[in-house]
């Protein structure tokens, strides 16, 4: 497969430790030299590691592959191969922003072109930070996001199947402009779409019992879930390319797919 950045996305019933997936996608950063990132959630507050160098090198990612505490039910992580922006902190997947007391988390892979310059996809109140297409497309969306939810602090409003529709129509204006796969959260729901002209791939996987035996395809590591699984956990991991030889699922292209507790809720 040609080098491009690459997405890893779980999100689980329960709490879970992102060591075996996060650790077979670190293996792909060879060909992605140009930044690594992983945003997750402690609480309802989001935390971001991130840093504009390969993850295979970095000590802060070993550190995270060792530590058993970075625990969440949500992880979006991203590997960077840039396409002409600079390789630097600010330009690093994933991207944040607040709306309404939830913090949502993006990354994208693909490139959106001369997004810029096209009519509709002027920015709002939410600005860029640095000079990447995606955090511009993100910052977008959350002008749409916060014209459509308001910016009022509300814990009980909920996403319904008329939110999700809205939002994949969102997605696909923005993959009007270029290629577009991506991830994002608020801390409860992941959401991740695949590019409508089939740019890249994008796959999931349902994890859930009863564990067996599974390998590792970069690492040719076989791991026992059965000793690391608690029986009753269940989640769906999306990822660029296969990380194990479980059954993966091709996503079609323009599908969203909405998690929440680790089931699908909207497909």
Known sequence: MKNVCELLGLCFNKEVNTRISFNE?????EGNPDGWGLGFYPD?????????ITAKTSRLVEFIREYEEIRSKIFISHIRLTSGTKVCYRNT????????GKQ?????NGTLGWYKKKDGLELGDYRT????????????LME???????TEKDSTKKWSHDDFDWLHEKFLYINEFGNFNCLMSEGVHL???YDKRGYNSLLYLIRKKPFGSIRLLDDDFQINLRDEKDPDEQGVIIATRPLTDENWVSFKPGQLIVVENGRILFN
Do not use: M
């Open 25 to 29: 996608f670190k293996l792909h950063s």
């Open 44 to 52: 309802r507050a989001v935390r971001i590691f991130k840093e504009p």
């Open 93 to 100: 997947h994933p991207f944040c922003r607040e709306l309404g």
């Open 104 to 108: 949502y988390v993006f990354a994208h």
């Open 129 to 140: 930070v640095g000079e990447t297409d995606s955090e511009w497309a993100f910052c977008w």
């Open 144 to 150: 749409q996001l916060k014209n459509r939810f308001g």
């Open 191 to 193: 959401f991740s779409y």
